[in-house]
């Protein structure tokens, strides 16, 4: 396992942009998969986005697809998920998640979270 720390969220007005943040001071998240997932309130946890270790492929949801971008800086142990044109619909709490290497087992390692507001 290990420890990862989201940071990054807040309130935007509908429209507007975030960049999340999801670091690891214990150790590099180059072989790790990491994936952002979102709960808002009253509804299940869904996937976001993710990116695979070694060919950091991209995948993400239909909802954010062309909106969101995840990426990673190996250099600073960061994965980041840059939010553009934010809707009322976006706002959740935002978690990143890590599985060293593949995540076909799931993730063993989650965030705290990060609330992001976006108004109307």
């Known amino acids: 396992q290990v420890q990862l720390v989201e940071s990054g969220g807040g309130l935007v007005q509908a429209g507007g942009s975030l960049r999340l943040s999801c670091s690891s001071s214990?150790?590099?998240?180059?072989?790790?998969?990491v994936a952002w997932f979102r709960q808002a309130p009253g509804k299940e946890r869904e996937f976001v986005a993710r990116?695979?270790?070694?060919?950091?492929?991209?995948y993400y949801a239909d909802s954010v697809k062309g909106r969101f971008t995840i990426s990673r800086d190996n250099a600073k142990s960061t994965v980041y998920l840059q939010m553009n044109s934010l809707k009322p619909e976006d706002t959740a709490v935002y978690y990143c998640?890590?599985?060293?290497?593949?995540?076909?087992?799931?993730?063993?390692?989650w965030g705290q979270g990060t609330q992001v507001t976006v108004s109307s």
């Open positions: 998640a890590a599985a060293l290497r593949s995540a076909t087992a799931g993730y063993t390692s």
């Open positions: 214990e150790r590099t998240l180059s072989t790790y998969t």
């Open positions: 990116i695979l270790w070694l060919s950091d492929t991209t």
